[in-house]
Protein backbone atom coordinates (compact mmCIF):
# COMPACT_ATOMS: atom_id res chain seq x y z
CA UNK A 1 0.00 0.00 0.00
CA UNK A 2 1.73 3.45 -1.34
CA UNK A 3 1.97 5.91 1.69
CA UNK A 4 3.73 9.63 0.61
CA UNK A 5 7.02 10.24 1.75
CA UNK A 6 7.64 11.61 5.67
CA UNK A 7 4.30 9.67 6.06
CA UNK A 8 2.51 6.74 8.32
CA UNK A 9 0.29 4.18 7.47
CA UNK A 10 -2.15 3.48 9.82
CA UNK A 11 -3.31 -0.15 9.73
CA UNK A 12 -6.54 0.58 11.79
CA UNK A 13 -8.14 3.74 9.36
CA UNK A 14 -6.11 2.29 6.38
CA UNK A 15 -5.15 5.96 5.19
CA UNK A 16 -1.43 7.99 5.43
CA UNK A 17 -1.00 10.57 8.50
CA UNK A 18 1.43 12.98 8.60
CA UNK A 19 3.44 11.76 11.59
CA UNK A 20 3.07 14.39 14.67
CA UNK A 21 1.43 16.84 12.04
CA UNK A 22 5.72 18.53 12.12
CA UNK A 23 5.81 21.02 9.61
CA UNK A 24 8.91 19.35 8.53
CA UNK A 25 6.72 16.45 6.77
CA UNK A 26 5.34 16.39 3.81
CA UNK A 27 1.78 18.01 3.88
CA UNK A 28 -1.16 16.16 3.57
CA UNK A 29 -3.96 17.03 0.86
CA UNK A 30 -6.75 18.90 1.92
CA UNK A 31 -8.89 19.03 -1.48
CA UNK A 32 -9.55 16.96 -4.46
CA UNK A 33 -7.01 19.45 -7.08
CA UNK A 34 -4.73 18.09 -4.18
CA UNK A 35 -5.38 14.72 -3.65
CA UNK A 36 -5.25 14.30 -7.81
CA UNK A 37 -1.36 15.47 -7.78
CA UNK A 38 -0.38 12.06 -5.20
CA UNK A 39 0.79 9.01 -7.34
CA UNK A 40 -0.94 6.17 -6.69
CA UNK A 41 -4.40 8.47 -6.23
CA UNK A 42 -7.34 5.90 -6.23
CA UNK A 43 -11.09 7.52 -6.62
CA UNK A 44 -12.95 5.05 -4.40
CA UNK A 45 -12.34 7.09 -1.38
CA UNK A 46 -11.32 10.73 -0.30
CA UNK A 47 -9.70 11.65 2.90
CA UNK A 48 -9.32 14.91 4.54
CA UNK A 49 -6.71 14.22 7.30
CA UNK A 50 -5.49 17.12 9.30
CA UNK A 51 -2.43 16.13 12.18
CA UNK A 52 -3.11 12.51 13.40
CA UNK A 53 -7.09 13.29 13.47
CA UNK A 54 -9.53 11.82 10.76
CA UNK A 55 -12.21 14.54 10.37
CA UNK A 56 -13.99 13.25 7.46
CA UNK A 57 -14.24 10.33 4.99
CA UNK A 58 -16.55 9.72 2.43
CA UNK A 59 -17.45 6.73 0.87
CA UNK A 60 -18.30 6.54 -2.97
CA UNK A 61 -20.95 3.59 -2.46
CA UNK A 62 -21.56 0.86 0.66
CA UNK A 63 -19.70 -1.70 -0.97
CA UNK A 64 -16.32 0.52 0.19
CA UNK A 65 -16.51 -1.28 3.50
CA UNK A 66 -17.06 -4.62 2.50
CA UNK A 67 -14.02 -3.76 0.04
CA UNK A 68 -11.75 -2.10 3.20
CA UNK A 69 -12.47 -5.50 5.31
CA UNK A 70 -11.79 -7.90 2.85
CA UNK A 71 -8.54 -6.23 2.05
CA UNK A 72 -7.89 -6.06 5.64
CA UNK A 73 -8.13 -10.11 5.81
CA UNK A 74 -5.67 -10.09 2.67
CA UNK A 75 -3.42 -8.14 4.53
CA UNK A 76 -3.00 -10.31 7.53
CA UNK A 77 -3.38 -13.49 5.50
CA UNK A 78 -0.27 -12.48 3.65
CA UNK A 79 1.81 -12.61 7.41
CA UNK A 80 0.92 -16.05 7.47
CA UNK A 81 1.16 -20.06 5.18
CA UNK A 82 -1.98 -21.06 3.82
CA UNK A 83 -1.92 -23.90 7.05
CA UNK A 84 -1.38 -21.37 9.66
CA UNK A 85 -4.08 -18.93 8.13
CA UNK A 86 -6.70 -21.91 8.38
CA UNK A 87 -5.78 -22.68 11.89
CA UNK A 88 -6.09 -19.04 12.85
CA UNK A 89 -9.60 -18.60 11.48
CA UNK A 90 -10.53 -22.16 13.31
CA UNK A 91 -9.32 -21.05 16.47
CA UNK A 92 -10.51 -17.27 16.33
CA UNK A 93 -13.90 -18.41 15.35
CA UNK A 94 -14.35 -20.89 18.13
CA UNK A 95 -13.21 -18.21 20.45
CA UNK A 96 -16.00 -16.14 18.99
CA UNK A 97 -18.32 -18.73 19.37
CA UNK A 98 -17.23 -18.88 22.82
CA UNK A 99 -18.01 -15.44 24.19
CA UNK A 100 -21.14 -15.46 22.00
CA UNK A 101 -22.82 -18.30 23.97
CA UNK A 102 -21.01 -19.39 27.23
CA UNK A 103 -19.45 -16.12 28.12
CA UNK A 104 -22.05 -13.67 26.41
CA UNK A 105 -23.47 -10.65 27.83
CA UNK A 106 -26.59 -11.55 27.98
CA UNK A 107 -25.90 -14.18 30.25
CA UNK A 108 -23.36 -12.63 32.70
CA UNK A 109 -26.21 -9.81 32.87
CA UNK A 110 -28.24 -12.65 34.09
CA UNK A 111 -26.14 -14.24 36.50
CA UNK A 112 -25.33 -10.65 37.82
CA UNK A 113 -29.17 -10.15 38.50
CA UNK A 114 -29.43 -13.46 40.23
CA UNK A 115 -26.39 -12.78 42.37
CA UNK A 116 -28.32 -9.89 43.35
CA UNK A 117 -31.37 -11.39 44.14
CA UNK A 118 -29.53 -14.25 46.16
CA UNK A 119 -28.03 -11.16 48.15
CA UNK A 120 -31.57 -10.82 49.56
CA UNK A 121 -33.02 -14.35 50.30
CA UNK A 122 -33.57 -15.42 53.39
CA UNK A 123 -31.69 -18.81 54.28
CA UNK A 124 -32.84 -21.73 57.07
CA UNK A 125 -31.84 -24.81 58.16
CA UNK A 126 -34.31 -27.60 56.78
CA UNK A 127 -34.39 -30.74 58.98
CA UNK A 128 -34.98 -33.62 56.57
CA UNK A 129 -35.20 -37.39 57.03
CA UNK A 130 -32.62 -38.65 54.41
CA UNK A 131 -35.11 -40.29 52.43
CA UNK A 132 -36.86 -37.31 51.66
CA UNK A 133 -35.56 -34.56 48.84
CA UNK A 134 -35.03 -30.64 49.93
CA UNK A 135 -39.06 -28.94 49.39
CA UNK A 136 -40.84 -31.96 49.84
CA UNK A 137 -41.65 -32.33 53.52
CA UNK A 138 -45.10 -31.19 54.71
CA UNK A 139 -46.38 -31.17 58.38
CA UNK A 140 -47.31 -34.88 58.06
CA UNK A 141 -44.27 -35.85 56.57
CA UNK A 142 -42.10 -34.13 59.09
CA UNK A 143 -43.60 -33.87 62.73
CA UNK A 144 -43.12 -31.01 65.32
CA UNK A 145 -41.58 -33.59 67.28
CA UNK A 146 -38.56 -34.21 65.15
CA UNK A 147 -37.21 -30.93 67.37
CA UNK A 148 -38.10 -32.44 70.28
CA UNK A 149 -35.63 -34.91 69.76
CA UNK A 150 -32.55 -32.51 68.72
CA UNK A 151 -30.56 -30.95 71.55
CA UNK A 152 -31.23 -26.83 71.59
CA UNK A 153 -27.82 -26.25 72.37
CA UNK A 154 -26.31 -28.07 69.43
CA UNK A 155 -28.78 -27.04 67.08
CA UNK A 156 -27.74 -23.24 67.72
CA UNK A 157 -24.30 -24.35 66.61
CA UNK A 158 -25.73 -25.70 64.18
CA UNK A 159 -27.13 -22.49 62.91
CA UNK A 160 -24.17 -20.70 63.35
CA UNK A 161 -22.52 -22.83 61.22
CA UNK A 162 -25.10 -22.02 58.37
CA UNK A 163 -24.64 -18.90 59.04
CA UNK A 164 -21.07 -19.12 57.80
CA UNK A 165 -21.79 -21.03 55.75
CA UNK A 166 -23.84 -19.02 53.50
CA UNK A 167 -22.09 -15.90 53.93
CA UNK A 168 -18.95 -18.10 52.66
CA UNK A 169 -20.88 -19.01 49.72
CA UNK A 170 -22.26 -15.77 48.91
CA UNK A 171 -18.61 -14.22 48.68
CA UNK A 172 -17.31 -16.99 46.52
CA UNK A 173 -20.23 -16.77 44.10
CA UNK A 174 -19.60 -12.92 44.31
CA UNK A 175 -15.69 -13.89 43.40
CA UNK A 176 -16.60 -16.48 40.55
CA UNK A 177 -18.95 -13.70 38.87
CA UNK A 178 -15.94 -11.39 38.76
CA UNK A 179 -13.74 -14.07 37.68
CA UNK A 180 -16.14 -14.32 34.55
CA UNK A 181 -16.38 -10.73 33.73
CA UNK A 182 -12.57 -10.48 33.82
CA UNK A 183 -12.29 -13.52 31.46
CA UNK A 184 -14.70 -12.22 29.26
CA UNK A 185 -13.06 -9.10 28.76
CA UNK A 186 -9.62 -10.69 28.42
CA UNK A 187 -10.40 -12.26 25.69
CA UNK A 188 -12.31 -9.72 23.81
CA UNK A 189 -9.54 -8.01 23.95
CA UNK A 190 -7.71 -10.83 22.73
CA UNK A 191 -10.08 -11.51 19.53
CA UNK A 192 -9.82 -7.96 18.94
CA UNK A 193 -6.35 -7.82 18.04
CA UNK A 194 -4.92 -7.19 14.75
CA UNK A 195 -1.96 -9.24 14.54
CA UNK A 196 -2.23 -12.77 14.13
CA UNK A 197 0.70 -14.00 14.91
CA UNK A 198 0.44 -13.43 18.60
CA UNK A 199 -2.88 -15.28 18.73
CA UNK A 200 -1.41 -18.00 17.37
CA UNK A 201 1.52 -18.09 19.25
CA UNK A 202 -0.45 -18.08 22.60
CA UNK A 203 -3.06 -19.90 21.84
CA UNK A 204 -2.25 -22.82 24.68
CA UNK A 205 -2.75 -20.73 26.86
CA UNK A 206 -5.90 -19.26 25.15
CA UNK A 207 -6.97 -22.74 25.25
CA UNK A 208 -6.38 -23.35 28.70
CA UNK A 209 -7.79 -20.12 29.54
CA UNK A 210 -11.41 -21.66 27.87
CA UNK A 211 -11.24 -24.40 30.07
CA UNK A 212 -10.53 -22.86 33.48
CA UNK A 213 -13.40 -19.82 32.47
CA UNK A 214 -16.14 -23.48 31.78
CA UNK A 215 -14.77 -24.89 34.90
CA UNK A 216 -15.32 -21.23 36.64
CA UNK A 217 -18.90 -21.04 35.46
CA UNK A 218 -19.71 -24.99 36.57
CA UNK A 219 -18.78 -24.02 40.07
CA UNK A 220 -20.89 -20.56 39.71
CA UNK A 221 -24.10 -22.83 38.86
CA UNK A 222 -23.44 -25.63 41.37
CA UNK A 223 -23.23 -22.64 44.32
CA UNK A 224 -26.45 -21.09 43.21
CA UNK A 225 -28.09 -23.64 45.17
CA UNK A 226 -27.65 -23.73 48.55
CA UNK A 227 -25.60 -27.19 49.97
CA UNK A 228 -26.26 -29.51 52.45
CA UNK A 229 -24.85 -28.64 55.83
CA UNK A 230 -22.05 -31.26 57.22
CA UNK A 231 -22.25 -32.84 60.93
CA UNK A 232 -19.06 -33.35 63.21
CA UNK A 233 -21.65 -34.27 65.90
CA UNK A 234 -24.80 -35.91 66.04
CA UNK A 235 -28.02 -33.55 66.63
CA UNK A 236 -29.88 -35.68 68.69
CA UNK A 237 -29.51 -36.90 72.26
CA UNK A 238 -29.28 -40.10 73.62
CA UNK A 239 -33.18 -41.23 74.49
CA UNK A 240 -32.76 -44.61 75.66
CA UNK A 241 -34.41 -47.19 73.77
CA UNK A 242 -36.42 -44.78 71.05
CA UNK A 243 -34.80 -45.29 67.87
CA UNK A 244 -33.14 -42.51 66.60
CA UNK A 245 -34.19 -41.45 63.44
CA UNK A 246 -31.65 -40.42 60.77
CA UNK A 247 -31.87 -37.12 59.54
CA UNK A 248 -29.68 -34.51 57.69
CA UNK A 249 -29.57 -30.67 57.63
CA UNK A 250 -29.90 -28.30 54.38
CA UNK A 251 -29.73 -24.94 53.66
CA UNK A 252 -32.82 -23.38 52.08
CA UNK A 253 -33.71 -20.11 50.47
CA UNK A 254 -37.18 -18.11 50.19
CA UNK A 255 -37.33 -15.13 48.35
CA UNK A 256 -37.15 -11.20 49.30
CA UNK A 257 -40.44 -10.14 50.64
CA UNK A 258 -40.75 -6.24 48.56
CA UNK A 259 -42.97 -3.82 48.91
CA UNK A 260 -45.53 -3.26 45.64
CA UNK A 261 -44.38 0.66 45.30
CA UNK A 262 -47.59 1.12 43.03
CA UNK A 263 -49.69 -0.51 45.39
CA UNK A 264 -48.51 0.98 48.39
CA UNK A 265 -49.97 4.44 49.19
CA UNK A 266 -50.05 7.32 51.87
CA UNK A 267 -53.28 9.66 52.55
CA UNK A 268 -53.64 12.26 54.92
CA UNK A 269 -53.79 10.40 58.36
CA UNK A 270 -53.53 6.54 57.48
CA UNK A 271 -51.13 4.50 54.45
CA UNK A 272 -52.07 1.67 52.74
CA UNK A 273 -49.40 -0.68 52.56
CA UNK A 274 -48.66 -3.90 50.01
CA UNK A 275 -45.87 -6.62 49.71
CA UNK A 276 -45.49 -9.30 48.20
CA UNK A 277 -43.11 -13.01 47.52
CA UNK A 278 -41.80 -13.71 43.93
CA UNK A 279 -42.10 -17.48 44.50
CA UNK A 280 -45.34 -17.87 46.76
CA UNK A 281 -45.02 -20.46 49.29
CA UNK A 282 -47.13 -23.72 49.99
CA UNK A 283 -48.18 -22.37 53.05
CA UNK A 284 -48.96 -18.85 54.71
CA UNK A 285 -46.22 -17.01 56.34
CA UNK A 286 -45.96 -14.79 59.01
CA UNK A 287 -44.31 -10.79 58.25
CA UNK A 288 -42.74 -8.26 60.61
CA UNK A 289 -44.00 -4.79 59.49
CA UNK A 290 -41.94 -2.19 61.13
CA UNK A 291 -42.61 1.94 60.49
CA UNK A 292 -41.23 4.90 62.23
CA UNK A 293 -41.43 8.90 61.38
CA UNK A 294 -38.55 10.41 60.07
CA UNK A 295 -37.54 13.60 61.59
CA UNK A 296 -39.67 13.35 65.17
CA UNK A 297 -40.07 17.46 66.34
CA UNK A 298 -41.19 16.64 69.96
CA UNK A 299 -40.81 13.73 72.50
CA UNK A 300 -44.35 12.73 72.07
CA UNK A 301 -43.30 12.13 67.85
CA UNK A 302 -40.64 9.93 68.98
CA UNK A 303 -43.11 7.02 69.91
CA UNK A 304 -44.80 7.14 66.52
CA UNK A 305 -43.08 3.57 65.58
CA UNK A 306 -43.31 0.54 66.18
CA UNK A 307 -43.30 -3.17 65.48
CA UNK A 308 -46.37 -5.15 63.79
CA UNK A 309 -46.82 -8.70 63.05
CA UNK A 310 -48.67 -9.11 59.92
CA UNK A 311 -50.42 -12.80 58.57
CA UNK A 312 -51.40 -11.31 55.49
CA UNK A 313 -49.79 -9.13 52.61
CA UNK A 314 -51.72 -6.10 53.10
CA UNK A 315 -52.02 -3.50 55.95
CA UNK A 316 -53.28 -0.32 56.89
CA UNK A 317 -51.58 2.04 59.37
CA UNK A 318 -53.27 4.68 61.14
CA UNK A 319 -53.31 7.74 63.15
CA UNK A 320 -50.35 9.28 61.07
CA UNK A 321 -49.29 12.77 61.48
CA UNK A 322 -50.30 14.85 57.96
CA UNK A 323 -47.14 15.84 55.52
CA UNK A 324 -44.92 14.05 57.62
CA UNK A 325 -42.78 11.47 56.22
CA UNK A 326 -42.49 7.75 57.55
CA UNK A 327 -40.66 4.68 56.75
CA UNK A 328 -41.82 1.23 57.14
CA UNK A 329 -39.97 -1.77 56.48
CA UNK A 330 -41.14 -5.17 55.72
CA UNK A 331 -39.43 -8.64 56.25
CA UNK A 332 -40.55 -12.42 57.60
CA UNK A 333 -40.82 -12.95 60.98
CA UNK A 334 -38.56 -14.68 63.00
CA UNK A 335 -37.96 -17.93 62.59
CA UNK A 336 -36.26 -20.87 65.02
CA UNK A 337 -34.88 -22.02 62.22
CA UNK A 338 -33.60 -18.58 60.40
CA UNK A 339 -29.71 -18.53 59.88
CA UNK A 340 -28.99 -15.45 57.42
CA UNK A 341 -31.31 -12.16 56.25
CA UNK A 342 -28.96 -9.67 55.36
CA UNK A 343 -31.71 -7.75 53.56
CA UNK A 344 -35.07 -6.01 54.10
CA UNK A 345 -37.07 -4.09 52.20
CA UNK A 346 -37.68 -0.26 52.76
CA UNK A 347 -40.01 2.67 51.94
CA UNK A 348 -40.97 6.12 52.21
CA UNK A 349 -44.27 7.67 51.93
CA UNK A 350 -45.01 10.99 52.83
CA UNK A 351 -49.06 11.81 54.47
CA UNK A 352 -51.05 14.37 52.64
CA UNK A 353 -51.10 17.79 53.67
CA UNK A 354 -54.42 19.02 55.53
CA UNK A 355 -56.43 17.72 57.88
CA UNK A 356 -58.37 14.22 58.38
CA UNK A 357 -61.70 14.43 55.86
CA UNK A 358 -65.01 13.38 57.87
CA UNK A 359 -65.35 12.01 61.59
CA UNK A 360 -62.72 9.45 62.78
CA UNK A 361 -63.39 5.90 63.09
CA UNK A 362 -63.71 4.79 66.62
CA UNK A 363 -61.57 1.93 65.69
CA UNK A 364 -58.44 4.77 65.34
CA UNK A 365 -58.57 5.82 69.17
CA UNK A 366 -57.87 9.31 70.66
CA UNK A 367 -55.59 11.77 69.08
CA UNK A 368 -52.06 11.78 69.97
CA UNK A 369 -51.54 8.66 71.14
CA UNK A 370 -49.37 6.09 69.92
CA UNK A 371 -49.64 3.98 67.26
CA UNK A 372 -51.84 0.96 68.37
CA UNK A 373 -55.13 0.98 66.64
CA UNK A 374 -53.64 -0.86 63.46
CA UNK A 375 -55.73 -2.51 60.59
CA UNK A 376 -54.84 -5.50 58.13
CA UNK A 377 -56.97 -6.62 55.31
Known amino acids: MWCPPGGVWCRTHRIALNPLNSPEAAPLPHSDEDLRLWPGHTADMNFQVTGLGLDKMKLDSPQSFLDQEEAEEAEDQQLLEPEAWRAYMERRTALREFLTSDL???????????????KKCSYYIEILPKHLALGDQNPLVLPNTMFQLIDPWKFQRMKKVGTAQTKIQLLLLGDLLEQLDRGRAELDALLESPDPRPFLAGWGLVAQRLADLSAVMDSFLAMMVPGRLHL??????????TKIPHIRLMLSTKMPVMFDRKGSVAHQDWASLRWFVTIQPAAPEQFELRFKLLDPRTQQECMQCGIIPVAACTFDVHNLLPNRSYRFTIKRAESYTLVYEPWWDSLTLQTRLGPPEGPTPSRLGKPGLPLTTLSAR
Open 104 to 118: SPHLLKRHHARMELL
Open 232 to 241: KHRLVSDIGT
